[in-house]
Nanobody, 122 residues
Framework: QVQLVESGGGLVQAGGSLRLSCAGT????????MGWFRQAPGKEREFVAL????????RYGDSVKGRFTISRDNAKNTVYLQMNSLKPEDTAVYFC???????????????WGQGTQVTVSS
């Protein structure tokens, strides 16, 4: 079992940057695929990015490609999401999640953090 805690959210102007962090507990962090998802008010939870167990493979949602970068440090049990060139439509609660397979589907992820709010002003 792993517990996840996100941090780094906040208010930023359009065009700015933020880096989200997700710290996991437990010695098995490296055995999980890690993903970032987001959910805006009134919308379904949306896939943002994922990274494989060792970090060699990544995948991004179409709306964030070229602007966001996911990375992980298994020695620190932490996954990161560097967000650049932020847009107002990036405003959402961002969640990190841990799962056993490389998948963009929410149901593939067993463990979830509580989320961190990102607000991008125009």
């Amino acid at each position: 079992q792993v517990q996840l805690v996100e941090s780094g959210g906040g208010l930023v102007q359009a065009g700015g940057s933020l880096r989200l962090s997700c710290a996991g507990t437990g010695r098995t962090f490296s055995s999980y695929v890690m993903g970032w998802f987001r959910q805006a008010p009134g919308k379904e939870r949306e896939f943002v990015a994922l990274i494989s167990w060792g970090g060699s493979s990544t995948r991004y949602g179409d709306s964030v490609k070229g602007r966001f970068t996911i990375s992980r440090d298994n020695a620190k049990n932490t996954v990161y999401l560097q967000m650049n060139s932020l847009k107002p439509e990036d405003t959402a609660v961002y969640f990190c999640a841990a799962g056993g397979a490389v998948s963009v589907a929410t149901y593939a992820y067993r463990y979830w953090g509580q989320g961190t709010q990102v607000t991008v002003s125009s």
